[in-house]
């Protein structure tokens, strides 16, 4: 693995994402392996990943970036939440490969993404505060789908339960019963929901 | 999963040539069902078509009305979508009450109809599956079969069709547009889906290299309003037990329109059309509904463990109704 470290001069991740024909399509016909460019958490790697490997595998076990979890690697437990090019997603559904380009964050760059240097995210600190975890295996997903989710909601997405006389582009005010459907897909098995919940109201309020 | 390859289309023209000229290929799109299916062992194709930067990811207005949603527009980006919420609601509903945040924001449109049966036989490679391996048995006949199909089944497959978007686009007529190596063709979405019959392994009229461009959604009749409802085993995140897609429009009171669908009780969204009938030109009175959704689930055969889902369609369908005909 060729892993690189280098500071980025302008060019958004999303402008790379976008370019018309980068890497792999270019590998040879029946290749099963081929050469990905990711932005993780500001830092840029490129290196070489077998087709079958996962983003959540790439994260964890080439880049030593193990604060995404393993839950069920089902797409139905929501630990390996991360963010691609600002949106939540399962990152052990994500084939590496088909992500060339992307920008990712991981919960070990949440504290970055809030621009604090060093210190927590805000969420992170209402997560404490609030006692919102027990065994904390869950706590990774949860952070960056709440993340995902917020930015969702501040851009006016509906979810199931928001009125549909809910003006169209504006705010979705986050309610207990909003969040508790927004954040379905992140499952805790010691059932700290309550807390958590309270912990997300509180970086709203 | 076994070593595969992986090529990236630049056009609808290519992918479908990639995908025809190679073994056992199949399109990636979100891959949020493909990937899952890999790791269990179901699917094990030898090439990756990924399809998810071809320019299909519009939503778009066409000049008779209609909405033309591109096949790889992500869920989430579907249901938010300005137009879908004001003019289907129904539509933009089905999409959130399906998954998670997290899988709406990566599964696509096109995805989302080719998404294969949670049927826990198909899934699970140790089991006879005619759907997986045809001629190997269906274990979930005198399995438990409590997610199961009440209504169109057959010996072969007891399986349920999981989207809930399909349903919706069931009651409101969309049609499936496809491109092939041979050309284009539309198909509309209550044929794109099949019944399981005698060959099970068959979910669409899909041809082999075909890639679902777009769904294109008709007018709706002015003044009709629409709804989905869902019944699961959880508040959120759990697939349909039963649901409900419903397009009602009244004049002085009277069924003008009226697009039934139903999910989770078959290998496809069940239109009912003679419920759809039954009501047509008639006031839809609880007792008329009652007695129209009765006529059409007279058809079903529950298996051993799934009789409730007649009675729970049954009752989420007048409640749907109710409610509609109480703002139409």
């Keep these: 693995m060729d892993s690189s470290e280098e500071s980025h001069a302008g060019a958004s991740a999303q402008a790379v994402r976008h370019a018309p024909w980068p890497g792999p399509a270019d590998s040879p016909a029946g290749a099963t392996e081929s050469r990905v460019a990711l932005r993780v958490n500001g830092f840029s790697h490129t290196t070489e990943v077998d087709h079958r490997t996962t983003l959540l595998d790439l994260l964890r076990e080439r880049l030593a970036l193990t604060g995404s979890k393993k839950g069920c690697d089902h797409g139905q437990c929501g630990a390996c939440t991360v963010l691609v090019d600002g949106r939540r997603v399962n990152s052990c559904l994500l084939l590496a490969v088909a992500q060339d380009g992307a920008e990712v964050v991981t919960v070990e760059g949440l504290a970055d993404l809030a621009g604090e240097d060093g210190d927590l995210h805000p969420l992170q600190r209402a997560f404490l505060d609030r006692d919102a975890f027990q065994c904390g295996y869950c706590t990774p997903g949860q952070l960056c789908s709440a993340v995902g989710m917020l930015e969702e909601a501040r851009a006016g997405a509906p979810s199931a339960v928001t009125d549909p006389q809910q003006g169209l582009g504006s705010a979705v005010r986050l309610t207990g019963e909003e969040i508790r459907e927004r954040l379905s897909g992140n499952l805790c098995r010691c059932g700290a929901y309550p807390h958590i919940v309270e912990a997300v109201r509180d970086v709203i309020a | 999963m076994k070593p595969v390859s992986y090529v990236r289309a630049r056009s609808v023209e290519e992918a479908t040539a990639a995908h025809a000229g190679r073994g056992e290929a199949r399109y990636l799109g979100g891959g949020t069902n493909l990937v899952d299916l890999m790791k269990l062992g179901v699917e094990r194709p030898e090439v990756l078509v990924d399809i998810t930067r071809l320019p299909l990811d519009q939503v778009e207005e066409q000049p008779d009305g209609a909405l033309r949603l591109g096949a790889t527009v992500r869920n989430s980006d579907l249901a938010a979508h300005p137009l879908l919420r004001d003019r289907y609601p129904v539509v933009s509903q089905a999409v959130l009450s399906g998954a998670s945040g997290q899988l709406r924001n990566v599964a696509t449109t096109g995805g989302n109809l080719l998404q294969r049966t949670r049927c826990a036989y198909f899934q ?111 508040a959120s995140y759990a697939f349909a037990l039963a649901s409900v897609a419903a397009v009602l429009r009244l004049e002085d009171g009277v069924v003008s329109h009226l697009g039934l669908a139903f999910g989770g009780l078959a290998h496809r969204p069940w239109r009912a059309r003679r419920a759809e009938a039954a009501l047509l030109g008639a006031r839809p009175t609880p007792e008329a509904v009652a007695r129209a959704l009765d006529a059409e689930l007279a058809e079903a055969v529950p298996l051993r463990d799934n009789a409730y889902k007649v009675s729970l369609a049954r009752d989420l369908a007048a409640q749907v109704l109710g409610s509609l005909t109480a703002t139409a």
Excluded: M, Q, W
Aim: charged share 20%; glycine share 10%; hydrophobic share 40%.
């Design chain 2, 124 to 234: 699970d490679v140790s089991k006879p599956c005619n759907k997986r391996v045809p001629g190997s048995g269906c274990a979930a006949l005198d399995g438990v079969n409590h997610d199961h199909a009440v209504l169109g089944h057959s010996p072969h497959c007891v399986a349920t069709h999981p989207s809930d978007l399909a349903v919706a686009l069931a009651a409101v007529d969309a049609v499936v547009e496809l491109a092939g190596p041979g050309g284009g063709r539309a198909v509309p979405v209550t044929d794109f889906l099949r019944l399981p019959e005698d060959v099970p392994e068959r979910d669409t009229v899909i041809s082999h290299g075909e890639l679902i461009t777009a769904v294109v959604l008709p007018p709706l009749p002015p003044g009709s309003v629409s709804r989905y409802r869902k019944a699961r085993e959880r």
